[in-house]
């Protein structure tokens, strides 16, 4: 028999403000509330996504965390009690979706950025030019010289070029509605940056942009045509997530719809499970032989990476990545989001970014490798701090992907696994799909990186840098001001207080 968990979030129907519209209860996809009696009554299972609160046109509607309905316990608190009841109803693995909401040290916020003075003065980039243009792909460390000239006819491997140092991460159409995919993919061609496909091949109708999608070949392999790997600007591995490392990728039945299943080629309404490990790649040489392949039938015009976990030995992983060939490697970290995960595994398994960041530059740098590949990284990028932050730790590029959601209407409200999303963002319902305006939400997401972008000038012309690039890796510019020496010593920054030198 079913235990009832008590309700985490109420909604509050203000009598007097309400006209009885009832526009909150079509917009609530959860079913959450319901017209009797001549007024709005709650029937529970809110998961304050906000949506009726958004569109309720006086405001009547206010979402309410319930006070806490658990004895109070140190140990066995809400969240354990919950999980303990929720499975002994269901007996099954809980599955969650976003990025983990379990309170690890967020390391970004205890990083410090330094800025100049008196002897390297600052550059104002209202008056200077300060670059962010960024390359992706593989680095020859050297310019092809002949006659004591660079040579500009030299064959060198692709690179591309982008006008700032941000890409979005992988985002799957299935895991989010077309409409949000064309945003995403319409975002990144306005700010010439790259997108990731995610998992499932790229749709038909989104070839027009494949100048600015990386295209994700998964372990499932959906929908990964040769005709399509050769229109795409880049082809990424994904070997692993930072919301699931080991694990592979899980699209609920729910959300493969008539679209998916064509993009995809599986049925409709099944799931799309994809193996855990790539079922041709036991070690290194499997990767590089599989690498070789990609190279090959992409006749070697556009750069392949690798995208790993940040799991606890992965600056080993990353040197075996780039010896494989890879040109480029992302690494994903704990706080990475997902449309749907097991909670066991987003909650408990992998690093935090900004430490594995730091270790990978580091172990790449040891062994002479790091100025051949570009480092790709992400997992809980919030705001332009962290991404300057994540470029000081070591990374040439920065992975967003929650971010981009919130900035189109996400409310973080984790139940993307549900596919029943009220912001038409996660989910494949026709009429919940049409909620999201592709041309609003592209303009958007450009904002958000543009702003960022900009911030970036600031605070690199703050610092006396004209050039993005040379604050890769640049840890003397950042000081640790937190609880634990241990972080610092190991992402190798100095604490707060500690000179140059
Ligand atoms: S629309 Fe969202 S916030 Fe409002 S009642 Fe439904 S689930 Fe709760
Ligand atoms: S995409 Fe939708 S379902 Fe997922 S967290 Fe955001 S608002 Fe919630």
């Not at 693995?93 to 690890?104: A, F, I, P, Q, R």
Request: glycine share 10%.
């Amino acid at each position: 028999m079913d235990v009832n968990l008590p309700e985490k979030y109420r909604p509050i129907i203000d009598a007097e403000r309400c006209i009885k519209c009832r526009k909150c209860i079509r917009e609530c996809s959860f079913g959450a509330l319901r017209f009797e009696d001549d007024r709005v009554k709650y029937n529970g299972g809110c998961v304050s996504c906000l949506r009726c609160v958004t569109i309720c046109p006086t405001q009547a509607i206010a979402v309410r965390e319930v006070d806490p309905q658990f004895t109070p316990h140190p140990v066995f608190d809400e969240k354990v009690r919950r999980s303990i009841i929720a499975q002994a109803n269901s007996g099954g693995v809980l599955l969650t979706s976003c990025g983990t909401d379990k309170e690890y040290m967020d390391i970004f916020s205890h990083l410090l950025l330094d800025a100049a003075q008196v002897t390297n003065p600052s550059i104002d980039p209202l008056r200077e030019p300060v670059e962010t243009r960024t390359y992706l792909g593989r680095r020859t460390g050297r310019l092809p010289m002949r006659d004591g000239k660079i040579d500009i006819e030299a064959d060198m491997p692709p690179i591309i070029s982008m006008d700032m140092p941000l890409m979005i991460g992988h985002i799957s159409l299935g895991s989010v509605s077309y409409n949000t995919q064309k945003a995403l993919f319409s975002a990144a061609k306005d700010l010439n940056i790259i997108a990731g496909s995610g998992e499932g091949g790229l749709h038909k109708d989104f070839y027009g942009f494949s100048d600015w999608v990386c295209s994700e070949v998964a372990s499932g392999r959906f929908g990964v045509t040769a005709d399509y790997l050769k229109r795409v600007s880049s082809v990424e591995i994904k070997i692993g997530q930072g919301a699931k490392p080991g694990h592979g990728g899980h699209l609920p039945g729910e959300k493969v719809s008539e679209l998916i299943s064509e993009a995809r080629m599986i049925p409709k309404g099944t799931d799309a499970l994809s193996p855990y490990p790539h079922h041709d790649i036991y070690s290194i040489e499997d990767l590089q032989q599989l690498i070789s392949v990609l190279k090959e039938s992409t006749e070697y015009k556009v750069p392949v990476g690798v995208k790993i976990a940040a799991v606890h030995n992965v600056g080993a992983i990353a040197s075996g990545v780039v010896r494989a060939g890879a040109d480029f490697i992302t690494v994903d970290g704990l706080r990475g989001g997902t449309g749907s995960a097991p909670r066991i595994i987003r909650d408990h398994a992998g690093m935090p970014i900004e430490i594995a960041i730091a270790t990978v530059d580091q172990r790449l740098q040891e062994e002479g490798l790091r100025n051949k590949v570009t480092l790709c990284a992400g997992g809980g990028i919030r705001s332009s701090a962290d991404m300057i932050k994540a470029i000081a730790l070591g990374a040439d590029v920065v992975m967003v992907y929650t971010a981009a959601l919130v900035a189109m209407g996400c409310k973080v409200c984790q139940q993307c696994h549900q596919g029943i999303c009220a912001w038409g963002i996660a989910t494949q319902r026709d009429e919940l799909t049409k909620r999201l305006d592709p041309d609003i939400a592209t303009q958007r997401v450009t904002n958000l990186f543009r702003a960022w972008n900009e911030e970036l000038r600031e605070v690199i012309g703050a610092m006396g840098i004209d050039s993005v690039e040379s604050l890769v890796g640049n840890r003397d510019r950042l000081r640790y001001i937190g609880p634990n020496h241990r972080i610092a010593e190991i992402i190798g920054v100095k604490h707060s207080g500690e000179g140059w030198g």
